[in-house]
Each structure stands twice: as C-alpha cells, then as structure tokens.
C-alpha cells in the first residue's frame, strides 16, 4: 500500500472531512487533497504527526507503512467532538493579489490564524475590516476593526458581500455584490459612499461567509 492509500484509509476511518484535516494540521484543503492523491511527493514530519494525532493512526504507518496501523490498547476510542478550523489571517494587499493556485497560502505565510465552526469550500481566509464603508445605519452592519471569513470557493451571486479587487487598485476592497441589467457593482453598506462598477478588470476574490467582533 502506497504512502497517500494509507492517509486516504485514515482519513476515511476517522470520519473526518478534509476541512477538518487541514485544520488540525494547520494546512490548506488542497494540501489534504495532495496527500490522499499521492500529488504530494513528500510531507512535513509536524504535518505528519499532526495527521496521526488527529486520526488515531501512528505515524510511523502512515509514512513507511511498518507496524501495526494503531497502537494497541484495551481503551476503547470516542468520537471527537466538531472540530473548529484554522484560517490565516492575512493583509488587504495579499487578498487582492490572490490567485487561484495550488498552494496559494504555504506553510509559514501567515504568523496569525482564528478559528471558525465554518468549514470552507476552497482556499479561505480571514481579514480585518478597515474604514466604515460597510457600517450602516440599518439591517446589516459590517464595523471597522471586525473580521470578516472569505471562502473563495462561493459562487459570488447578487446580494452577496464579498471582496474584490478594481482594476485599477492594488488591494482587495469588500462590499455587496449586485447586478443591475445585467451589469455587476460594488455598492457599500454605508450610504455615504458611492456604488462602484465592477467592470472589466475587476475580480471577485471571494464571498464573506462570516464576521466577528474581536474584542
């Protein structure tokens, strides 16, 4: 059996889904998808031993395939409770010259991750909202200093918030998407600041899928 069936197996026995994985070896989805492939031709031994503690198999197994598949005990395992899962916090200006990748956020490029109950799509990140363009008087209210969860795997459709990137800008921006005859704007929850087109050249990074007041 080869070294990615082996993380497949334990995956699969564990129960737990790849989001799950990837935040309790403090890695991207798509790093997990590697390892089950076997695209990745190598894994970090603190990943490694991370993948063993959170799916009960040694690790020693899983990277040479020697030994028994768990160690040997007469206490019986328990279901773990829902885990929470780890993104990197990271800078507007790293948003906006996000592009789609296999790794676009590697080991290392975030010193600062928080944690979330939501389980992402794709690739997702978190980022703290700057101004009060999307403080609004009513319904709502998205303030400065709150950070806002971005899955780049959700379909952007009308009504959504999301974070975007102008044509002519060098760092992400975040407002509500939406469509009017057929042509696509940013519009601000604050009144006080105009709607922009998002015209040729913009891009939509991803959808916010959750805000929260650090405090």
Known sequence: MERHERIAKAIAVSGMRKGEVAAACGVANSAVTQWITGESKSIRPENLFALAKAT???????????????????????????????????????????AEAVEPFPPGFSDRYEVSDYDSK???????????????????????????????????????????????????????????????????????YPVEMCAEGCRIVGVVVRAMMKL
């Open 56 to 98: 009960g198999f040694r690790a020693e197994w899983l990277a040479i395939g020697e030994g028994p598949e768990v160690e040997e005990t007469n206490v019986e395992a328990i279901p773990q409770p829902k885990m929470s899962f780890r993104y990197p916090v990271i800078s507007w200006v790293a948003a906006g010259s996000w």
């Open 122 to 192: 794709g690739v997702a990140f978190w980022l703290e909202v700057k101004g009060d363009s999307m403080t609004s008087p009513v319904g709502t209210s998205i303030t400065e200093g709150m950070m806002i969860l971005v899955d780049t795997e959700v379909e952007a459709i009308s009504g959504k918030l999301v974070v975007a990137k102008l044509a002519d800008s060098n760092e992400a921006t975040f407002k509500k998407l939406v469509e009017d005859g057929g042509r696509r704007f940013l519009k601000p929850l604050n009144p006080a």
